[in-house]
């Protein structure tokens, strides 16, 4: 009997993709098989997609606090799966014509420090007049994000928001239309209203029925567990001599890139709580953070795995300090700079297990956080993501 089942999978599997591949070749759609006709051995997702669709009105100004503070503790629990999926993020805030804009947007990146630190400019204006542009936040949030074609890929947008849609735009898609794409692409949507209007809530959860998501609910502030700890401050301190430790080398334009990444380590530095310069700590040192953490053109990793031959670089595409040693020096160099860093790693790996087991004490005395904003996104994935063979820890804490 199971080997009829598989023998049926594997034939829906390739039918479908037949079927789907002229699609996806002239339209850019992906070719999608739902995962519950294919046995559970013949899935593995390896990477997780999720962009947040994020109203930035005035009325907002809570969630988005929350969501500045919890970004890295839900990168780092969607991190936690056994696999150690890529993470990729993405962002598109929205308020309203007539507004300072209607839409902004981040693309999908495995680069969460400039995600972030873009996320540090939003400041909660406008809106007040009831519905807004949910409609060009979806478009785009399907439409404008560069998701990957991989088929091993949980491809996930949250909607956060308030307010209802405008449906009175003459020329605007409307989210049905925008949520038949984005099911074509193998793109869950899930729906998270803040507050209790009446009117958001029919349409928040249609639009999860049709983006084949879940629908919930939290306070206008997001209910986000965010409790200060007494080692955030000494893992802030690690995470940036962490950062320190990171040689950037290639040729002129990457190094462009990599000047507008130290730009935003920097700024989330200086400018972010210590708990989320804590948590990010967390991320970073897990599997899933090695590229947030290095970014395109690190040096001490691409050097010690063995990916780069030290002897093939141009002398030009080093890093400045390095340039003129010789050869041995520069060895030396990366040899003592891998070593302060796996050092670093495992301090920092230390505390953030006590960090860990500290909190789980502190929100157990609190009554638990069912319904905070992290764990009802956390929940979300470990269902969703469980389907593609993304497989967590049941007892995990997204905090």
Not at 36 to 49: C, N, S, T
Not at 216 to 237: H, I, M, N, R
Not at 297 to 323: F, K
Not at 356 to 365: C, R
């Amino acid at each position: 009997m199971k080997s009829k089942l598989i023998a049926l999978a594997l034939f829906v599997f390739t039918a479908g993709t037949v079927v789907l591949y002229p699609l996806s070749q002239s339209h850019g759609t992906v070719a999608v098989v739902d995962p519950v006709l294919l046995a559970p051995e013949m899935i593995q997702a390896d990477k997780i997609e999720v962009v947040f669709v994020l109203d930035t009105t005035g009325s907002m100004s809570g969630l988005i606090q929350a969501a500045k503070e919890k970004i890295w503790s839900i990168a780092s629990t969607m991190a936690s799966a056994q696999s150690a999926p890529e993470i990729r993020m993405g962002l598109v805030a929205y308020r309203d014509r007539g507004d300072a804009y209607v839409t902004r947007i981040v693309d999908l990146s495995t680069d969460l420090d400039t995600m972030y630190a873009t996320l540090m400019d939003f400041r909660a204006v406008g809106g007040g007049d009831g519905p807004e542009s949910v409609n060009q936040a979806l478009h785009d949030a399907v439409h404008k994000m560069s998701w990957s074609r991989d088929q091993n890929a949980y491809r996930v947008v949250f909607l956060v928001g308030d307010a209802p849609p405008h449906m009175d735009y003459q020329d605007d898609v409307k989210y049905p239309q925008t949520l038949t794409a984005a099911k074509h692409r193998g793109i869950i949507v899930n729906t998270i209203q803040c507050g209790r209007d009446g009117r958001t809530l029919q349409t928040w959860k249609q639009v999860a029925q049709l983006g084949a998501g879940r629908y919930f609910q939290v306070e206008q502030a997001g209910s986000a567990v965010a409790l200060a700890t007494p080692f955030d401050e000494k893992l802030a301190e690690l995470s940036r001599k962490l950062d320190g430790t990171r040689l950037f080398y290639g040729s002129p334009e990457t190094k462009a890139n990599q000047s507008k990444k130290v730009a935003a380590t920097e700024k989330l530095h200086a400018m972010s709580s210590l708990g989320s310069r804590a948590r990010r700590a967390t991320f970073n040192v897990s599997k899933s953070g090695a590229a947030n953490f290095g970014g395109e053109g690190e040096l001490v990793d691409d050097i010690t795995s063995g990916r780069v031959d030290l002897s093939g670089i141009d002398r030009d595409h080093l890093p400045a300090s390095m340039q003129e040693m010789p050869v041995e020096e520069q060895s030396a160099m990366i040899a003592e700079t891998a070593e302060r860093r796996n050092e670093l790693k495992a301090q920092i790996q230390e505390l953030a297990q006590q960090r860990s087991t500290y909190l789980e004490q502190q929100v157990e005395e609190l009554g638990g956080a069912e319904d905070s904003l992290d764990e009802q996104i956390y929940r979300s994935v470990r269902e969703q993501a469980g389907k593609l063979g993304l497989h967590y820890d049941a007892e995990a804490a997204a905090y």
